[in-house]
């Protein structure tokens, strides 16, 4: 594994280079990252065929990315709850600049640019009460702070930009943990919720689910472009219990919770690793690397079928369907006729395959 001050060694002349967009790094469609089979970590660029173009390296366990809309930058965060977020030259393999959160602050593994470009936002949360807040950082001031908002609740993970672009989506996992030792600590005060929140701050509209699935952690996100929003969860009750781990909304409706057979949900062991909506968005999946599956659904929340595969958590859209990635190196096509391997690499995916 490369030593962390050789990464920030590189932000140097590299904030200076030319700007190269995405298609001199072969126009990649997805962002992952793995652990190589030496031990070290990296971000990869994937296309839809599962061929892995860039490799960059990074210090520590990458969790999920974020890619700039023009610009062959990737901000490459560390595994929850994390010290460190990179902005990667995708193109060079050079740290362009490394983030921190503010003191007492840690990062949660999500972020995403929005105005064009212009700003990145980042899910994190204080390390004394785990409340949530929303970093807001200049991209054109060399990814300068300038701001954030509260993230409208308890230890959020995800968050992502609706169709609009002017408002974002925040998982608010409701679960404060120990940064030190990941412990969680209040299971049963819990409130997860799904917050939609203006560039600015303001709350518009936040939704909660019934009192009796309030260990529902709400975790990971995928929107339509017509505004649906999907959300996966990861249930932190009693062991054994088939809990709904798909929900869907709408702003204005009530939320529509989605779960499969008794025998499949139980399957999935209480866990959603990932979720993205399928082809041309009739349909949304979700993963459990803890269950080994995949589980499908109609748009409106009707069950239509499970992939087993194991150690699978990574998704995200691909034209007919789905990519899928596991903790073995595969990488998997799948759609509602087959299911196709697309390779293997030597080394482990992690939890996310993000889609540029």
Not at 1 to 23: D, Q
Not at 142 to 162: Q, V, W
Request: charged fraction near 20%; glycine fraction near 14%.
């Amino acid at each position: 594994m490369i030593a962390r001050r050789s990464f920030l060694a590189n932000v140097l002349a590299a904030t200076t280079a030319p700007r190269i967009g995405w298609a001199d790094v072969g126009n990649p469609s997805y962002l992952a990252a793995a652990r190589e089979a030496d031990g070290g970590f990296v971000l990869c660029g994937l296309d839809r065929d599962g061929t892995v173009g860039f490799r960059v390296p990074l210090p520590a366990r990458g969790h999920a990315g974020a890619g700039h809309p023009t610009r062959a930058e990737a901000v490459a965060f560390a595994r929850r709850p994390g010290p460190f977020a990179l902005v990667l030259d995708c193109a060079r393999g050079a740290v362009l600049h490394s983030l921190s959160p503010p003191a007492n602050r840690q990062f949660n593994g999500h972020g995403v640019f929005a105005d064009r470009g212009d700003l990145l936002f980042t899910s994190e949360q204080a390390g004394d009460t785990s409340d949530g807040v929303i970093g807001i950082w200049d991209v054109d001031a060399g990814y300068a702070r300038i701001g954030e908002f509260p993230s409208g609740g308890t230890g959020p993970h995800e968050l992502t930009l609706m169709p609009d672009a002017r408002t974002l989506v925040v998982a608010n996992g409701g679960i404060a943990t120990d940064p030190l030792d990941r412990s969680k600590l209040n299971l049963r005060t819990m409130r997860p919720n799904l917050s939609y929140l203006s560039l600015s701050g303001e709350i518009l509209e936040q939704v909660e689910l019934d009192r009796a699935l309030h260990r529902n952690s709400i975790r990971h996100l995928a929107v339509r472009r017509d505004g649906l929003v999907g959300f996966a969860m990861q249930w932190e009750g009693a062991p054994g219990a088939a809990t709904p781990l798909l929900g869907l909304h709408r702003r204005g409706t009530p939320v529509r919770l989605a779960m499969a057979p008794l025998a499949d949900e139980l399957a999935m062991q209480g866990y959603a690793g990932s979720i993205a909506f399928g082809g041309d968005a009739t349909e949304i999946g979700i993963t459990s690397p803890r269950g080994g599956r995949l589980h499908r659904f109609s748009a409106e929340g009707a069950f239509l079928g499970a992939v087993s595969r194991t150690d699978v958590c990574g998704l995200a859209t691909r034209p007919d369907g789905y990519l899928a990635s596991d903790g073995l190196g595969g990488l998997i096509a799948i759609s509602a006729v087959r299911t196709a391997p697309l390779g293997r690499s030597d080394c482990a995916w992690d939890n996310h395959i993000v889609a540029l």
